[in-house]
Nanobody, 126 residues
Framework: VQLQASGGGSVQAGGSLRLSCAVSGLILDLYAVSWFRQAPGKEREGVSCISSTRLRYGTKYGDSVQGRFTISKDHTKNTVYLQMDSLQPEDTAVYYC??????????????????WGNGTQVTVSS
C-alpha cells in the first residue's frame, strides 16, 4: 500500500493550493481517507476526511479550516484531493494523508488510521 501526497508549495496569504493523495494497493471503496497536518512544535491535527462510499459520502473538517478547505475524491483515479482556499500563515505545515478501513461507508474520522502517506510541505507567507 502506498499513499503519495503532492501539491504542496509556497503561496501568499489568501492564495490557494490543491493537494492530491494518490492511493495504490487498495481501493477507496473500502477506506475512508483523512488529511492531517503538523506544524513545527505543534501536535498533529486532523484537517479533513471523506468516507469510503462513492455516492452520498460523509465529510468532516477541522474548525480552523471549515469553509476554506474542500475535500473530494476520484475513485477512477484512486485519488483524494484537498482544495485549500483563503490560505493563512497559520496553515503552514506538513500535510499528510492517511486511510482507515471503515465498516460504516459514510463514516470518516481522525483515529485508527491503517496506512499513512508521505508529507507535503505547505508554506503560507503573510
Amino acid at each position: 500500500v502506498q499513499l503519495q501526497a503532492s501539491g504542496g508549495g509556497s503561496v501568499q496569504a489568501g492564495g490557494s493550493l490543491r493537494l492530491s493523495c494518490a492511493v495504490s494497493g487498495l481501493i477507496l471503496d473500502l477506506y475512508a481517507v483523512s488529511w492531517f497536518r503538523q506544524a513545527p512544535g505543534k501536535e498533529r491535527e486532523g484537517v479533513s476526511c471523506i468516507s469510503s462510499t462513492r455516492l452520498r459520502y460523509g465529510t468532516k473538517y477541522g474548525d480552523s479550516v471549515q469553509g476554506r478547505f474542500t475535500i473530494s475524491k476520484d475513485h477512477t483515479k484512486n485519488t483524494v484531493y484537498l482544495q485549500m482556499d483563503s490560505l493563512q500563515p497559520e496553515d503552514t505545515a506538513v500535510y499528510y494523508c492517511a486511510v482507515e478501513r471503515t465498516r460504516n461507508s459514510r463514516y470518516c474520522g481522525f483515529n485508527g488510521m491503517n496506512y499513512w502517506g508521505n508529507g507535503t510541505q505547505v508554506t503560507v507567507s503573510s
